[in-house]
């Protein structure tokens, strides 16, 4: 079990970037994979991005492929997604999740931060 908590988050003018970051605590957080999701009012969660528990393999949402990237530093037990070209409907509560597996489906992640609002400007 890990806990996770999010920060990074903030308001930014449309093209312009933000870098989140995911703490976790807990001596297994390299064996797991983890995922950013992100959920707009009135929305669905859905997924952003997910890396495998050795960040050799990544996986993105199309909305958000070639703009956004998703890191991690098992050293520092903490995962990053560096956001770029942001646009006004990215805006939503960011999340980190830790699962067992390299997913796009919320429901195999069995550990969640609180989230961390991003809301990009026109």
């Known amino acids: 079990q890990v806990q996770l908590v999010e920060s990074g988050g903030g308001l930014v003018q449309a093209g312009g970037s933000l870098r989140l970051s995911c703490a976790a605590s807990?001596?297994?957080?390299?064996?797991?994979?983890m995922g950013w999701f992100r959920q707009a009012p009135g929305k669905e969660r859905e997924f952003v991005a997910t890396i495998s528990w050795s960040g050799g393999m990544t996986y993105y949402a199309d909305s958000v492929k070639g703009r956004f990237t998703i890191s991690r530093d098992n050293n520092k037990n903490a995962v990053y997604l560096q956001m770029n070209s942001l646009k006004p409907e990215d805006t939503a509560v960011y999340y980190c999740?830790?699962?067992?597996?390299?997913?796009?489906?919320?429901?195999?992640?069995?550990?969640w931060g609180q989230g961390t609002q991003v809301t990009v400007s026109s």
């Open positions: 807990g001596r297994t957080f390299g064996i797991y994979a």
């Open positions: 999740a830790a699962g067992p597996r390299i997913t796009s489906s919320p429901g195999e992640y069995h550990n």
